[in-house]
């Protein structure tokens, strides 16, 4: 069974800094499709970015391209998303999914995505 634990999240202001932390157990494929989604309150989930980690292709949602990044750590089969230059509208609960597979265009349906956390707040102040 594919587990999926975030960690990061936090309080912080305007133009600051987070990473968030996505530790997977329990895949039975190589090829990952690994993303972050986010929900404010009364909104609906939103893909920001996913990572297929066999080939390391990238995604990003326009709204967080050139201030949010991924990293892999391999060994420890862990996903790491730098956020930088945050933003109030980044105020989100922050999930990480994943599916056994290669990510493709519909990277932002969530319904493709078999695996979730539990999320990981993220509060920027202005």
């Known amino acids: 069974q594919v587990q999926l634990v975030e960690s990061g999240g936090g309080s912080v202001q305007a133009g600051g800094s987070l990473r968030l932390s996505c530790a997977a157990s329990?895949?039975?494929?190589?090829?990952?499709?690994m993303a972050w989604f986010r929900q404010a309150p009364g909104k609906e989930r939103e893909g920001v970015a996913a990572?297929?980690?066999?080939?390391?292709?990238?995604y990003y949602a326009d709204s967080v391209k050139g201030r949010f990044t991924f990293s892999q750590d391999n060994g420890k089969n862990t996903l790491y998303l730098q956020m930088n230059s945050l933003k109030p509208e980044d105020t989100s609960m922050y999930y990480c999914?994943?599916?056994?597979?290669?990510?493709?265009?519909?990277?932002?349906?969530?319904?493709?995505?078999?695996?979730w956390g539990q999320g990981t707040q993220v509060t920027v102040s202005s």
């Open positions: 999914a994943a599916d056994q597979r290669l990510c493709s265009s519909r990277w932002r349906e969530e319904r493709d995505f078999t695996y």
């Open positions: 329990g895949y039975t494929s190589g090829r990952v499709c």
């Open positions: 990572i297929s980690t066999a080939t390391g292709r990238t």
